[in-house]
């Protein structure tokens, strides 16, 4: 996890290339059947975030929500002990909506955004996390909106 971590701060410190190079060098290692779907999940969900082709980032998001299926709580909570995967779905969905719409798969942006709108309710409900929480509704709002804009 520090190996993302590190990654993932890389990208927001705008070495984009390099973040998406260690992207994929972890995703080597942990791609393996042994490998942590937890693991795999954060990752593919920040290496999604570095490509500069919406193609590649389909598929990172997809891997993302792929791994989230197989991951379990346990393993979650071995990095915090608040977390759950369930509540990774939401943003997982609607990462897979915003960018199938950019795509042009206007009926799968829809059903990944119906997807995250049925699963909000697994985000944690406390003051600490409301914010985030609103962030995703404002996210899938938008990706709505831009939907019905281009018809």
């Known amino acids: ?17 390099a973040a998406a190079a260690e992207f994929d060098a972890l995703w080597a290692e942990l791609a393996d059947p042994a490998g942590d779907p937890f693991h795999r999940c954060v990752l593919a969900h920040y290496a999604a975030d570095v490509q500069p082709d919406p193609h590649a980032e389909l598929m990172w998001d997809r891997r993302a929500l792929a791994a989230a299926a197989e991951a379990t709580d346990a393993s979650a909570q071995a990095h915090h002990p608040s977390l759950r995967i369930a509540g990774f779905y939401p943003s997982l969905h609607l990462n897979l909506a915003d960018v199938l719409r950019r795509l042009g798969d206007a009926a799968g942006a829809r059903d990944h955004v119906a997807a995250a ?3 909000m309710g697994d985000l944690p409900d406390d003051e600490a996390t409301a914010g985030y929480a609103e962030t995703i509704r404002t996210a ?3 990706v709505e909106r831009d939907l019905d804009a281009a018809g």
């Open 1 to 17: 996890m520090e190996r993302i971590t590190a990654a993932v701060e890389r990208s927001r410190r705008g070495d984009v290339e």
């Open 117 to 119: 709108r049925a699963r």
């Open 140 to 142: 899938l709002d938008r």
